[in-house]
T-cell receptor, first 111, second 115 residues
């Protein structure tokens, strides 16, 4: 069964720190990876997408993908209290448009 | 910015009743999805829909569930005879295509409570 595992949380960091969120996946056929942010009671909101090995940066966010290790991470620099949310890792396989989500990790940024 | 809209935002129903959850996807999107999230659990795929037919469904999407695109704008999820365990947040999503260049856009969800 295709699974996404996210390291246990919750994660608490002080304002201004770097938050590191990690995700491993079991399906080597996975091709596209996504990080979504979900505020309590709200819908998932796309933060980053990545499909090539290496880093992809967008503002304060950097996604890192290592397909050999089946590992994808999200770094949030200069964390803000407004970044406090649950971060969901998800993947797609091949032409299949379906997303498979991890359970998420809750981030709390302390002012 | 165009968005996916879902109605109602909260639906309360009695066990055994039928419910219809409604979604209006983004107008130029071609792929439509339903996901659900039981409180405290992961977002789970239910069904994807393309070209007026189901393209994939999960084990959760059994005979009690059906989807329909009755006109050019609405996309509905029907649960024929609700069970207590159907209580969850149901998210509709849409995309222009498949793959990384066609991210899913989610609606705000319908919270279904079965009593």
């Amino acid at each position: 069964q295709k699974e996404v595992e996210q390291n246990s949380g919750p994660l608490s960091v002080p304002e201004g720190a770097i938050a590191s969120l990690n995700c491993t996946y079991s399906d080597r056929g996975s091709q596209s990876f996504f990080w979504y942010r979900q505020y309590s009671g709200k819908s998932p909101e796309l933060i980053m997408s990545i499909y090539s090995n290496g880093d992809k940066e967008d503002g304060r966010f950097t996604a890192q993908l290592n397909k050999a290790s089946q590992y994808v991470s999200l770094l949030i620099r200069d964390s803000q209290p407004s970044d406090s949310a649950t971060y969901l890792c998800a993947f797609q396989t091949g032409a299949n448009s379906k997303l498979t989500f991890g359970k998420g990790i809750t981030l709390s940024v302390r002012p | 910015e165009p968005e996916v809209t879902q109605t109602p935002s909260h639906q309360v129903t009695q066990m055994g009743q039928e419910v219809i959850l409604r979604c209006v996807p983004i107008s130029n999107h071609l792929y439509f999805y339903w996901y659900r999230q039981i409180l405290g659990q992961k977002v789970e795929f239910l069904v994807s829909f393309y070209n007026n037919e189901i393209s994939e469904k999960s084990e959760i999407f059994d005979d009690q569930f059906s989807v329909e695109r009755p006109d050019g704008s609405n996309f509905t999820l029907k649960i024929r005879s609700t069970k207590l365990e159907d209580s969850a947040m149901y998210f509709c999503a849409s995309s222009t295509g498949t793959g990384i260049n066609s991210p899913l856009h989610f609606g705000n969800g319908t919270r279904l409570t079965v009593t």
